[in-house]
């Protein structure tokens, strides 16, 4: 399968889950959203170009705001995941080697270590920004901190679950490919 | 000038990417204006027809409670027909004039139109719900929405087939209610924690209130029919600042399990309208 083909079919599926799954779930608690859907962000291939992965997030991220009515809410947020991205994968990685031999980020191809830290990183991005812009209309400083952690610490144990359900064969990429 | 060129072509990334952070934020901010002139047109329509796929499954599954909801309110109205009365053979007659019954129809302030609730939401801090009638059914925007149990909101947004509820579980929301009983006006809000609970504040501390009481909205509203449910009063507390009671109120309507709406118009708004625009003028 294609890159361009296993990647929209992600996208679909990803806004399709988040909107028709998680935001469905009953909540627990005030400060427990469930956030799975910027993982396609994270899953998306070394090469793209920077301001395709840029555009890609704002559309992403506006594509689940037309679910959810709030214009902007998420491709804000999605926005500054996919342009922090390169940033941190150049930070994380060992050096082009990898880079060139594997297409995209996974626990394999980046390391175990490398690779949390990368979706802790992003995962708290995304949540902050996002709860910050819903706090900047109303809130308080404890409603902030405490929905932040609460909705990374679910957002984390998501992507987990989906890691090890969903374990991607990172192809290596060789000269021919 | 070249090196115009050359600082945006260095830094092309960083531009694009505040650029499109500020078209995100502004739509955020100005939500309601561009909400009206883009995003209603296509995005309710397109979110629409995949929101009503998947509610044609989500039906079946609260199919059971819905029912029992549909059979209350057939059992409330059809206790409400003129033929469960008998009236006393008395002194005066019920003559039906068919002159009158036309002239009545004039002063109708309130028409109920049914629809089917297709998008529903109660876990973010601003829900939404969507219904499958739109401006050509003869929706507009600040009509409220009643569903069989109690008060739902008010629809803030009409495509041509669909529309957009703002549910009474919004930071917005602002609905006049009363106290059954017949006293203590106040205004319910939602203060975005608890899908099961809203506020109703401002009420005087001149009214008795007691846990149970029954809260419906007011016949003060422009928007909604008197005596309406709204909710149950579950805990009373002090303001002590402004002396008047906060309540919190348990909501009548299940939001969880919203099927059916009827989205009432005020046929007398206009008219009502008209009156207070020209009171302000005058002033």
Known sequence: MSDLLKNIIRFAIFILVQVFVLDKVPPLHRFITPYLYF?????????????????????????????????????????????IRPFLISLMMPKEK????????SLTSMGWMPYSIYVLILSLLHNGYLVFLEWMQFGDVWYFFGKVLATTGISLLLIAVTELLFTRKSRYRTNLA | MRNVFLFIQRFFNLIFFLFLQVTALTMLFRYNKFHEAVFSGVANELAGR????????????????????????????????KADYAWPDSSFRLISDTVKIDTLEQYRKFLYLPAKVISNAVNSQQNYIMLQRGSLQGVAPNMAVVGPDGVIGTVVNVSNNMSVVMSMLHRQTKIVAVLKKGSGFGEITWDGQDPRFVTLSKVPQTVTVAKGDTVVTSQFSD??????????????????????????VRTATNFHAVQHAFVVKNLQKAEMDELEKSLRKSQ
């Open chain 2, 223 to 248: 928007k909604y029919p008197p005596g309406h449910l709204i909710g149950y009063v579950e805990t009373v507390e002090e303001d002590k600042v402004t002396s008047t009671y906060n309540l919190k």
């Open chain 1, 98 to 105: 990898t880079e060139i031999s594997y297409a995209e980020p």
């Open chain 1, 39 to 83: 993982l396609f962000l994270l899953w998306l291939p070394f090469r793209m170009p920077r301001v395709g992965l840029t555009l890609l997030g704002f559309l992403f991220g506006m594509t689940l705001d037309m679910f959810s009515k709030t214009p902007g809410l998420h491709a804000a947020a999605c926005t500054l995941v996919a342009y």
């Open chain 2, 50 to 81: 995949v929101n009503l796929r998947y509610n044609k499954v989500e039906t079946y599954f609260t199919l059971q409670k819905e029912n029992n909801a549909l059979r209350e309110q057939n059992a409330r109205l059809l206790n409400m027909l």
